[in-house]
T-cell receptor
Framework: GAVVSQHPSWVICKSGTSVKIECRSL??????MFWYRQFPKQSLMLMAT?????????EQGVEKDKFLINHASLTLSTLTVTSAHPEDSSFYIC???????????FGSGTQLSVL | QQQVKQSPQSLIVQKGGISIINCAYE??????FPWYQQFPGKGPALLIA?????SEKKEGRFTISFNKSAKQFSLHIMDSQPGDSATYFC????????FGGGTRVLVKP
């Protein structure tokens, strides 16, 4: 099956710093990428949808200036958590779609811990 | 507004038993219903999926039953194994995926 690589798998940072998470589709071109956030023992919550070359669409309640998403190519999307605070600590997961809702593949996730 | 409701939240089953997880949705525009399996610290992996024009789909030990009129669907895991211990999420998709709340399954040896 298609592979989505997410990096890093975990990151620890100090409060106030910014962290960038990368999501790459390794063997297919992703027309759309999605970013999710998951708190412990909870479900995945969609944060934003990004299409290559255009601005991301953010879900209600997600601060677009805090969670910067760039989808510069058909194989790479990045999520930057700016001025991270302890409440931003969470498991972030990306997914990539190659066309249609059946062709959706998930990355392995990034655990962010903000001290 | 929770568009996909999943139950139970947790489930304990003996090895060889049947695990049953139920989901209900509200939006009739959903046209694709996947189930995902997630292990701790990992992203979800697609297990099996169904479209609303089919009432049942079976792949190995996993079966989805779908009731369009009731807007409900369920996952049955037959002959449950300790390696099946994970969190399972149902989801419903239109132009984006909406997840249920998850079910933590523990299979006891």
């Amino acid at each position: 099956g298609a592979v989505v690589s997410q990096h890093p798998s975990w990151v620890i940072c100090k409060s106030g710093t910014s962290v960038k998470i990368e999501c790459r589709s390794l063997d297919f071109q992703a027309t759309t990428m999605f970013w999710y956030r998951q708190f412990p023992k909870q479900s995945l919550m969609l944060m934003a949808t990004s299409n290559e070359g255009s601005k991301a669409t953010y879900e209600q309640g997600v601060e677009k200036d805090k969670f910067l998403i760039n989808h510069a190519s058909l194989t790479l999307s990045t999520l930057t958590v700016t001025s991270a605070h302890p409440e931003d600590s969470s498991f972030y997961i990306c997914s990539a779609a190659t066309g249609g809702n059946e062709k959706l593949f998930f990355g392995s996730g990034t655990q962010l811990s903000v001290l | 507004q929770q568009q996909v409701k999943q139950s139970p939240q947790s489930l304990i089953v003996q090895k060889g038993g049947i695990s049953i997880i139920n989901c209900a949705y509200e939006n009739t525009a959903f046209d694709y219903f996947p189930w995902y399996q997630q292990f701790p610290g990992k992203g979800p992996a697609l297990l099996i999926a169904i479209r609303p024009d089919v009432s049942e789909k079976k792949e190995g030990r996993f079966t989805i039953s779908f009731n369009k009129s009731a807007k409900q669907f369920s996952l049955h895991i037959m002959d449950s194994q300790p390696g099946d211990s994970a969190t399972y999420f149902c989801a419903a998709a239109g132009n984006k995926l909406t997840f249920g709340g998850g079910t933590r399954v523990l299979v006891k040896p």
